[in-house]
């Protein structure tokens, strides 16, 4: 080979490199909590700032004072998961946990972010699959409340709060950073999405490979108390009522 050609086999391969050092994400910062022992009561705060940059190149950050109860693992689940502080997933966990605390990023991109520490972790991709797919199916949900055009005088109003048919559990609130939202809790014990998880985590474990991300999103839409949430990803509109408009 000559001299030429060892060049730019090597500029190649650390191309190649560069590229996949871009493609994983990564943590900064020294995650410990306190106080002492509170990992067994799932009650712990942050001791520092704790930053994560995606695989995307997207920053995220749980700052010091934050609380995290760990991983949100059902008891029922923990057997094939692990526990909620488990040093495999907690760092993704604390991330996770903070901007499902506050609402200030949309819901799919922050159960994502997950998803990707996990495998920025090093967790297998196969329970990396799973983990996401608990997330998706009976994690939090949020969707944003959009300001919509105030309606004439004499007009009716297309929609409003009180006429948005809120599925079972859901609630109006107020994120961190001041905007509205519809929200809920997690349900991951309801019997529908206990079941729902074991049916995907078993289609995960027996070929991870040909259950993609897409069809995680899928079958989390299929529950029907999961519908409102992932049928309005970009927000609901709503109009300010006829009496709150100045005559």
């Known amino acids: 080979m000559t001299h030429i050609a060892v060049m730019l086999a090597t500029l190649l391969l650390s191309l190649v490199l560069a590229a996949t050092a871009q493609a994983e994400g990564h943590f900064t910062g020294n995650l410990t909590f306190h106080p002492v022992g509170c990992e067994d009561v799932r009650e ?24 995290t109860d760990g991983a949100s693992i059902p008891d029922w689940a923990q057997r094939f998961v692990g526990k909620p502080f488990d040093p495999s997933f907690i760092r993704a966990a604390v991330i996770h946990d903070h901007y499902c605390d506050r609402h200030v990023r949309k819901m799919l991109e922050t159960h994502w972010v997950f998803y990707d520490g996990l495998l920025t972790s090093h967790v297998p991709p196969a329970k990396a699959k799973v983990m996401y797919a608990a997330i998706l199916i009976g994690g939090p949900k949020w969707i944003d409340l959009i300001p919509g055009k105030p309606c004439k005088q004499g007009a009716t ?34 019997p ?55 005559q």
Do not use: M
Not at 46 to 66: I, M, P, R
Not at 233 to 242: K, M, R, S
């Open 44 to 67: 712990c705060y942050l001791d520092n700032t704790f930053h994560y940059v995606d695989s995307k190149g997207g920053e995220w950050e749980a700052e010091k004072g934050d609380k």
């Open 192 to 246: 529908e999405v206990k079941a729902a998880i074991e049916k995907i985590r078993q289609k995960i474990e027996l070929d991870p490979e040909a259950v993609s991300e897409d069809d995680i999103l899928a079958e989390a839409r299929k529950l029907p108390q999961n519908q409102f949430f992932f049928d309005n990803l970009n927000g609901v509109v709503i109009n300010p009522p006829q009496n709150d408009i100045r």
């Open 157 to 190: 109003c297309i929609q409003s709060v009180s006429k948005v048919r809120l599925p079972s559990e859901a609630y109006v609130a107020t994120a961190e950073d001041a905007h509205s939202i519809i929200a809920r809790g997690p349900q991951y014990d309801q």
